[in-house]
Nanobody
Framework: VELVESGGGLVQPGGSLKLSCAASGIIPSRAVWGWYRQPPGKQRELVASIEQIGFTKYADSVKDRFTISRDNAKNTVFLQMNGLKPDDTAVYYC?????????WGQGTQVTVSS
């Protein structure tokens, strides 16, 4: 199974982007999906996650600005990012994990700059 992210790009501060992560195969519905990011020169960090029943978690730095959602039927997860700041600049990765499996995408670049 491969995960493919899309939707990254260059955006001005205050702008919005919507990232998508699609799986090439079947992801168990019980999987926890997550979005992570790795800013330049820093470690990868969790941005948001969503469980099968829809329970979500967010990093404090993105609460009230980012929204994670999933479409189990399409094996796809989304990250709506509003109010983007220069500190949000990073490579964004999605993953899907559960008992016995862990899949990562290749990442998509998000750059917030004027």
């Amino acid at each position: 199974v491969e995960l493919v992210e899309s939707g990254g790009g260059l955006v001005q501060p205050g702008g919005s982007l919507k990232l998508s992560c699609a799986a090439s195969g079947i992801i168990p519905s019980r999987a926890v999906w997550g979005w992570y990011r790795q800013p330049p020169g820093k470690q990868r960090e969790l941005v948001a996650s969503i469980e099968q029943i829809g329970f979500t978690k967010y990093a404090d730095s993105v609460k009230d600005r980012f929204t994670i959602s999933r479409d189990n039927a399409k094996n796809t997860v989304f990250l709506q990012m509003n109010g983007l700041k220069p500190d949000d600049t990073a490579v964004y990765y999605c993953n899907a994990r559960g008992l016995g499996f862990l899949y990562w995408g290749q990442g998509t670049q998000v750059t917030v700059s004027s």
